[in-house]
């Protein structure tokens, strides 16, 4: 893992800024003879996209991908394929609003990385955050696209479960019920909690955090290795690497810690097809290896450091100012987070086919 | 990071089995000149060494650690020094007791890796878990020794900050207070009540979980760098890949899901040496770059999965049996993770260190 | 070194078909604060570019290179420069003529990549030789073009010593004459039996081999390391990647196995800055670390594998089939290779100053 | 490939310094249950050991290897076999003679490292060369012996074919020769010459060069990859790693300059099993990728550093002084390098076979 790379045999380099010409990414280590099209990529970048619901920003990008490279059409492939090289995709930036950045272009926005990125660097483009911009996710959900086609029989989902104070209760997730409401949230009844709650947050310029869970079923026993390169241990980085997130849980989680032993090492029994496990506490993960159960994750995110409400901050000269952000963001970053999560999932669980292969020649 | 491998410039490569002759690893990418014996190294492997008191396993090992090669001394050097050639670290383990492994070979037992090894690779070491071993975390304490002495001005330090339901409160902390108790416990008041609870999970048999802090003050801003190279992403896979972990945080971490956006983004004021901060709630990381304010992350790891009560499984068969694990057994393996938390945390920033050095020509 | 990326902290990713819409790379780990517009990089391509003589293939393609991204420019920097984020360089394939590929979509060209990318990946984009074909130089030219940029002080040319059987004397070599003549010839005497020999060569539908001599003045002592990060072990990975490269050698390469001890090992005398070496055999590299006296090169390039004369070959069905190729065909590739070999130079010095940079602390 | 590591997925991490207590490797990646004992790797350790002709030194070296971890037996593996964690192998340095090293402490022996080596880490263990010493070959045969039980199915053989200069002509070449004489020269009539050569040299306490050729039977089409993961630029870097070589070339290499496009480019014919190829001027190799046909590499080797005869240098203070270098030396350490040759070839193989299966699911 790179600075700007993200995984070992299918290998993702993303690149671009808010408001230069295009973001785009590189994935490298794409098996050969995938039916890969644009619309294919599409489909996710519509679920990310901003300007679906009043909770999300009214940014209005079409985000419309096109594959540069790797694919080929002809007469013998079965539709268009993946050639086995690397696959380049871009998406420009059209509605670079030629907005004045002259207020921020000197000020540190607390909870951004305007500070960090200049006393690393020097130098930063400050328009819409640059680099730092969620703007990056755009291209993780590109390649997330096609890591979901090198793993026929895996389905991933995820769900919002937590925003504000307000938390699903495990026994109320419905995955179905996801897709019924702008917010992927699993119970129907919280749904009215988090519109109100964040019309709340909305009106006093404020914002919110949020918990996305993501899990991955028909992930079939033996994925992931020890010791750093534990299964866990990737979609942790993977997870953690992604805008605002501050924390990431396996299975049980941070819970585990007040488990007793009886209750958090889950027992077996004898299935048709490998042990068949009584609880899920591990979260499809033992010793960094898939055990053949769901894949479960959970990541916190941090409120949208974009507020209205003036906060105390300095300058590039270091005079102490005050900041309060105005223009269109969410006040729950975590909300439009979910594809995000589910992407890094299909990634981390490419690679690690890729690599379960490379080492003992099984799928 | 490859299966065995951690870090990019500061390169660790472990190797070795519970129960084979010897564990160790290699260090690569080391600085030459820094001054290295031993003793530099045994310190903390003491600190980690098993048999220290009563709710940790009785099982006795010297850990004697044997630097094989990268460190040279002579009449021109300041006592022995790294040549900035590969460290080659070796324990040997001298505590293979000849007991009986039959009942356990062929047994997968809930919550240890015995199934995710043997569904991966079709063979396992099953004498004392073989590579999935906690032992293995003893060299990863060793290469942190030396990780330690390329942070100078950096202090890490960790704690021990829950046991099973029992957590200590944010305002209790008292780091001082952590070495003067057998648990790394930096409030007095919460000692009594682990050891009772502790008392009682032993004497049913049984394990609990907890969650570890840790903080390293010292970090200058501008290390770790975007996107996949983030500080936190690389603490993430850091803790993630130790054994039993099963969740990790940053600064507020979950808890910043229920802030506002006002709780959440640190304020800053003009300080004599860049920004001050008026709380960390980030953790010291922003954008994956540090603050120049202490890096803090939490681990929650899970209950020793090894316990007396008799749990349902099955063996390579395919048929159902019980096990019950006998031997000696910490209760609570997050007491003793305590410095291998620290030792990853060194690990991380010494190889941000060289990499911020290597981008930036700054320290 | 991944499939497509080269490089370690100076990292470049490189994607394209001949016939696709475009192509490019994507360079990370640039330090911040270079000065680079689109022109820096432009000068190099022009080099490189096709249709410049009569020698070299006429194919007309302006290779025009844009920066997408990890580049800014504000009041405050010092005209556009780079900010230490992923830069972003595409160049559009305008020349993509609308001909027939079906005669050779299903051959294999003797001494192309035809048959192995099929036997290899089951499917190729045989249009011009998809991903095989030497259009990929032009991404690599380029990001030498910024790796120069990373190293100050350091001068790297590029010579033809070698067409066909016609080698340059070694006392022959005068460096200034290369911008003379279109083959990058130091020998004014060499050009006109070069240009009869390239007359004849391609009168009869043949090509001819060459030798591309490379050397980097400039660089300190001290870069490059032990054991498989050599600096020479690194130029030699970076050359024989070149398209229709075979062979590479540093100092008196292959030459050295005639000479004996007292011939071979450079003698130094004290200099003012270091020593100063009586010789360079070793083409300034001692145990894979630079000397400080100028890194040299050679690269073998064999003859251009289109050709007019008929070859026996198959095809993707078995059949026994004669295979000659048409079109505009450089009659010696090795002509153009020489921008190549300088921006493979280049990259590989940037990424060792970095590698240098992080271990030492020193340029 | 790191400074000390080898390969991406058969990864070869090696350690360890001339007059140290030990050297040794740790080879991740390889796959499990393969059967693997001491004895499969000190057989090519023998081939490589000194002391075994009067052209080779005389220092008696056991090179006896342990293996630490990696591997396993018990009732139901078939022996000892590979568990797919990392395999620590060591080698004890017996011979370390307490010789006085204080006349070579300080200076630099031309054509050695002992300068660079000074230049970059300002501290270097000069007793015997330190790390740059060839006793670090001895880590690369011991993985080689285990890379070579990755390939089943293919044989690889060297020999020299050029010692000063006296080359063996290729129309004399009898690999089975190879295994009569002390000089792997497999041309009979060329022994006597050598011999003559080497005696001559070693009397007036000289050195001379050679050419070590190597090809890979049985290599499959398909392995290697565009564009920097090319089989031939693998096998450039891992040949130009070891110590003393200065060229490497595949198939025709350097010849291939003076070719025609007619004689360079393999005509092909259909075989029962693919092509049946004409010739292999491409040295089993194209676009990076396995033909097929024998993977077939020389690579050049300088004369001995290390010679009686006194030769200008300076000392680290910057004064002139005369090195002549005593004690035990070959005087052509080309022979001695016929199985580490071989060694980094199985280790290139092996990597790509692993890779190639990654990315297609094929061997």
């Avoid at 490298?28 to 996710?44: S, V, Y």
């Avoid at 519509?46 to 009043?54: A, D, T």
């Avoid at 790797?70 to 670079?96: C, H, K, W, Y």
């Avoid at 020890?226 to 942790?236: H, I, M, S, W």
Wanted: glycine fraction near 12%; charged fraction near 20%.
């Amino acid at each position: 893992m790179s600075h700007n790379t993200f995984g070992h045999l299918f290998r993702v380099t993303t690149w671009g800024e808010s408001h230069g010409p295009a973001l785009g990414c590189v994935v490298d280590g794409c098996p050969p003879g995938i039916r890969l099209t644009e619309a294919d990529i599409q489909q996710w970048l519509e679920k990310r996209r901003p300007g679906q619901g009043k909770f999300v920003t009214q940014r209005q990008e079409p985000d419309a991908v096109r594959i540069l490279s790797g694919v080929f059409e002809d007469a013998r492939t079965d539709g268009q394929v993946t050639t086995g090289t690397p696959i380049s995709l871009m998406i420009e930036n059209v509605d670079q609003r030629s907005r004045d950045y002259s207020e921020i272009s000197t000020s540190f926005r607390p909870g951004h990385a305007d500070y960090t990125y200049f006393a690393k660097y020097g130098v930063r483009d400050y328009r819409g955050g640059g680099r730092q911009s969620a703007r990056e996710t755009a291209a993780r959900v590109a390649a997330g696209a096609i890591a979901r086609l090198v793993l026929p029989g895996v389905a991933i989902r995820g769900a919002v479960v937590q925003i504000g104070p307000h938390a699903v209760s495990p026994d109320r997730m419905d995955w179905d019920e996801t897709l019924n409401n702008p917010f992927w949230c699993p119970d129907a009844d919280m749904v009215p909690v988090w519109e109100e709650h964040l019309a709340a947050v909305r009106k006093r310029g404020s914002s919110t955090g949020a918990v996305v869970a993501v899990e991955a079923l028909g992930v079939p026993a033996g994925w992931g290795a020890p010791v750093y390169g534990k299964l866990d241990a990737e979609l942790a980085a993977a997870m953690m690497s992604i805008n605002a997130a501050k924390g990431v849980e396996i299975g049980a989680g941070f819970a585990s810690a007040a488990l007793s032993g009886e209750e958090n090492a889950d027992e077996m029994r004898a299935g048709n097809d490998g042990p068949q496990f009584l609880s899920n506490m591990a979260g499809g993960v033992l010793g960094g290896i898939s055990t053949g159960q769901p894949v479960t994750a959970r990541v916190a995110f941090k409120p949208t450091s974009s507020i209205l409400t003036p906060r105390k901050s300095i300058n590039e000269a270091g005079e102490e100012i005050e900041v309060s952000t105005k223009g269109r963001h969410d006040p729950c970053v975590g909300i439009r987070a979910v594809p995000v999560v589910e992407a890094m999932m299909a990634c981390v669980l490419a690679d690690a086919r890729l690599r379960h292969r490379a080492q003992t020649g099984r799928d």
